[in-house]
């Protein structure tokens, strides 16, 4: 009796850990293919633009929307506590001007839940009701997805970055680029069960 039991325990949990691998393996094929594999021409613009700091490309691409009139005012969340914003100016000397003016720095953010804070305080500080939201394309669905839960009533607008792991060849050709996407994936997903879970946010 005993052992029936535990061989029917056996093959229940053999089956539910099979169908978890396989629901996992069908969300993450959904997940590569919400992610951008081409920059966008935006046509529009927005009260302001916020960059979510991690890979280069993305300041001077931020920086460069906000010299063609895309945006009022950039914030630059998740910078480093010892870089000064003479140092990031040097990534585009042409556009350094707008660091005396239009752009903002954020040391406090340590990871997206932190940059989409910032970027609520942010925003709601300048009265903005609409924002460019600038980082690289594996990392957009849960930016976007961070800060549609902190500013529910703000419209927000992806200028991904594509990586360069995505642009000169397909992702599941490449080991380092499918480890990046998995666990970008498994972050995700702990985003957005967190997120459920978080009553006190809109």
Request: proline fraction near 4%; aromatic fraction near 10%; charged fraction near 20%.
């Amino acid at each position: 009796m005993l052992a029936s039991f535990a061989r029917i325990i056996g093959f229940l949990t053999m089956t539910a850990g099979a169908l978890g691998a396989v629901l996992l393996g069908a969300g993450f094929c959904w997940f590569t293919l919400t992610i951008p594999t081409e920059e966008v021409m935006l046509d529009r613009s927005a009260d302001g633009i916020v960059v979510l700091t991690g890979a280069a490309a993305r300041i001077p691409d931020a920086i460069e929307l906000l010299a063609t009139e895309r945006g009022k005012r950039l914030l630059i969340s998740g910078v480093n506590r010892d870089t000064r914003a003479r140092e990031i100016a040097r990534l585009t000397p042409v556009y350094s001007k707008y660091f005396t003016c239009c752009i903002d720095l954020d040391r406090s953010a340590l990871n997206t839940f932190g940059n989409a804070l910032e970027t609520k305080r942010w925003t709601r500080d300048h009265n903005f009701s609409s924002l460019i939201v600038v980082t690289s394309n594996w990392h957009m669905p849960r930016a976007m997805a961070e800060l549609e839960h902190q500013l529910p009533e703000v419209t927000l607008i992806s200028f991904p970055v594509i990586s360069p792991k995505m642009k000169d060849q397909p992702w599941w050709s490449n080991l380092e680029a499918v480890r990046l996407l998995f666990a970008e994936y498994l972050k995700y997903l702990f985003a957005l069960a967190r997120m459920r879970l978080d009553t006190d946010s809109p």
